[in-house]
Nanobody
Framework: QVQLVESGGGLVQAGGSLRLSCAAS????????MGWFRQAPGKERELVAA???????YHSDSVKGRFTIARDNARNTVFLQMNTLKPEDTAVYYC????????????????????WGQGTQVNVSS
């Protein structure tokens, strides 16, 4: 079992930056592949970025080159650095942990994740 708490959301102008953090409880954080999802009003929740236990990384095409996922196992935290933000990045951002703890696995589907945070709102104004 792991509990996740996101922080770092807020209001920013287009072109600005934010860094989201997701703090995990427990001493087994390093065993979990982690992901960042987002959900805009009226839209499906979508994967933004994921990182495996071994450090393999995925970023969706819509954020590639602008967002970066990273993890710090010593601090039980996963980050999402978001640069060059656009109004279409406005959404609630969720971090998630996958119970599939194979070292190289990089889960890319919502149903691959078992634990979810409450979300943090990101608003990007034009």
């Amino acid at each position: 079992q792991v509990q996740l708490v996101e922080s770092g959301g807020g209001l920013v102008q287009a072109g600005g930056s934010l860094r989201l953090s997701c703090a995990a409880s427990g001493r087994t954080f390093s065993r979990y592949p982690m992901g960042w999802f987002r959900q805009a009003p009226g839209k499906e929740r979508e994967l933004v970025a994921a990182i495996s236990r071994g450090g393999r990384i995925y970023h969706s095409d819509s954020v590639k080159g602008r967002f970066t996922i990273a993890r710090d196992n010593a601090r039980n935290t996963v980050f999402l650095q978001m640069n060059t933000l656009k109004p279409e990045d406005t959404a609630v951002y969720y971090c998630a942990a996958s119970g599939n703890n194979a070292y190289t696995v990089l889960p890319l589907g919502k149903t691959d994740y078992d634990y979810w945070g409450q979300g943090t709102q990101v608003n990007v104004s034009s």
